[in-house]
């Protein structure tokens, strides 16, 4: 029987490009994931998937791509243990504002001694192996997500925590958070301030930032120093889609 590799983790060094998933769809799991990206996340906070969409989507996903990605509904050692034991090889946790939340996620995501994951990793050993246990510590990745005031003020006791070797920024939390109307906020001076505090604080502590944007930003993101993008969601490529061919047939309705 073969198995997949677990892949490696995000690196400085490299950038990584995602496709984000809103829609609870295996097919469109399955398209993401066969469309070159360099990861594909599930969205179980504000997309559509709960917990028996995401094992189908899952297994959409990893006959192609094994980086697969969830952001998790919160920083709740149940749900991020139960992704992962269900193949995912990383959780995206929303709305971590000290080094003791940052500190509990990573705790949620490994085995004694570095964490407090209960053991029972089953669909993770189908997937990838009875070496799954132990060699996921080279491989899983935890990114707490940097989107209030709070997190940036104790930004560096976030990134100081160990296993928090990437983090992941959301823009329309952090723009509401700094006052701003939400979305991102690019040529802003307090937005565009928040983003060369983390960028300078990954480089400080090694620790790889990610951020959601879109096609459009990738440049911008990629030069301000994230190695990490999220570029399309599926929801919002659809309706682009779906807009432009309808606006091309219009005419030929009269």
């Known amino acids: ?4 590799e677990l892949p490696e983790k995000f690196s400085p060094e490299i950038n990584a490009f995602g496709c984000w998933l809103k ?9 993401a994931s066969l469309s070159g990206f360099d990861y594909v996340c599930i969205d179980m906070q ?12 899952l297994q959409a996903i990893q006959p192609h791509s094994s980086k697969a990605l969830v952001r998790v509904t919160s920083n709740d050692p149940s749900i991020i243990g139960w992704v992962l034991d269900a193949g995912a090889t990383g959780v995206i946790v929303p709305l971590v504002n000290s080094a003791e939340e940052a500190e509990a996620a990573v705790k949620a995501c490994f085995y004694p001694p570095k964490g407090n994951r ?3 990793p089953t669909r993770a050993l189908k997937v990838f192996g009875e070496e799954y246990v132990e060699n996921m510590e080279s491989s899983v990745q935890c990114l707490p997500m940097i ?8 930004l560096d006791s976030i990134l100081s925590v160990e296993g928090v070797d990437a983090i992941y ?3 329309s939390d952090l ?4 006052g701003l109307p939400k979305g991102n906020n690019d040529g802003n001076r307090k ?7 983390i960028v300078s604080s990954w480089q400080r502590h090694g620790v790889v930032p990610g951020i959601h944007a879109n096609s459009s930003l990738a440049a911008i993101t990629k030069e301000q120093g994230f190695r990490v993008l999220t570029v399309v969601e599926d929801d919002g490529a659809m309706n682009t889609e779906l807009q432009k061919v309808f606006k091309e047939v219009k005419s030929l309705k009269s």
């Open 147 to 154: 989107e209030t005031f709070d997190a940036l003020e104790n």
């Open 169 to 171: 920024v959301g823009p």
């Open 191 to 197: 937005f565009d301030e928040a983003l060369e505090l």
């Open 1 to 4: 029987m073969s198995f997949m």
């Open 175 to 178: 723009s509401v958070n700094l």
């Open 46 to 57: 504000h997309g559509f998937s709960d917990r028996s969409d995401l094992l189908p989507m």
């Open 23 to 31: 829609i609870p769809s295996p097919v469109t799991a399955e398209m």
């Open 118 to 120: 209960s053991m029972g």
